[in-house]
């Protein structure tokens, strides 16, 4: 069965800087797309980044320049790197194989607050 498992979230002041990962087993790391989803109290979830099999990034508009998503097939991991973090970034993050019907861990809080 494949697991994600996520780690790396916490609390941060705004403009910090948190990096999140992603250890997958069970699964086939290399041909997957690999994305971080977030999903806010009351909101719908988000696509925050995304990660191709052969290593193309994409992100919206409202994370560009500030995450960076990488991956690391030898040890089937995948990061998310956040930096200039700001309040409205407060959510649960999620990691995601294969998109939206595809698999998910179980989340980790990232709180931004002084």
């Known amino acids: 069965q494949v697991r994600l498992v996520e780690s790396g979230g916490g609390l941060v002041q705004p403009g910090g800087s948190l990096k999140l990962s992603c250890a997958a087993s069970?699964?086939?790391?290399?041909?997957?797309?690999m994305n971080w989803y977030r999903q806010a109290p009351g909101k719908q979830r988000e696509l925050v980044a995304t990660?191709?099999?052969?290593?193309?990034?994409n992100y919206p508009d409202s994370v560009k320049g500030r995450f960076t998503i990488s991956r690391d097939n030898a040890k089937n991991t995948v990061s998310l790197q956040m930096s200039s973090l700001k309040p409205e970034d407060t959510a649960v993050y999620y990691c995601?194989?294969?998109?939206?019907?595809?698999?998910w861990g179980q989340g980790t809080q990232v709180t931004v607050s002084s």
């Open positions: 990660v191709t099999d052969s290593g193309r990034t």
């Open positions: 995601n194989a294969g998109g939206l019907g595809g698999h």
């Open positions: 069970e699964m086939i790391f290399s041909i997957y797309a």
